[in-house]
Nanobody, 124 residues
């Protein structure tokens, strides 16, 4: 059972930056994806970036050019570098791990089996 713990959230002004971290108890040796999701009050949880086990990454249009997903496999850490933050980025950010093909192709929350507890990002 994989455990994920996020950190790095906080409050920043528009235009500011943050780097989120997600430490995993372990990452599987076979195919899997790691992703960052966010959920703002009253809105559905949405995927913002995904990283595939062998290095491919994808970020969603809403954050492209501002957010970067990366990982340190040796330390079982997933990162989300967030630059030029805007008020609409305010949300609870979660990291998640999924092992199905649909986790990469759909970036749908239902395709991810393991979740962290979330870290709050506030931009105002």
């Amino acid at each position: 059972h994989v455990q994920l713990v996020e950190s790095g959230g906080g409050s920043v002004r528009p235009g500011g930056l943050l780097r989120l971290s997600c430490v995993g108890s372990y990452f599987p040796s076979d195919n899997y994806c790691l992703a960052w999701f966010r959920q703002a009050p009253g809105k559905q949880r949405e995927g913002v970036a995904v990283l595939e086990r062998y290095g491919s990454t994808r970020v969603e249009d809403s954050v492209r050019g501002r957010f970067t997903i990366s990982s340190d496999y040796a330390k079982n850490i997933l990162y989300l570098q967030m630059d030029n933050l805007q008020p609409e980025d305010t949300a609870l950010y979660y990291c998640a791990l999924g092992s199905s093909t649909s986790a990469w192709t759909t970036l749908s929350a239902s395709a991810f089996a393991y979740w962290g507890q979330g870290t709050q990002v506030t931009v105002s």
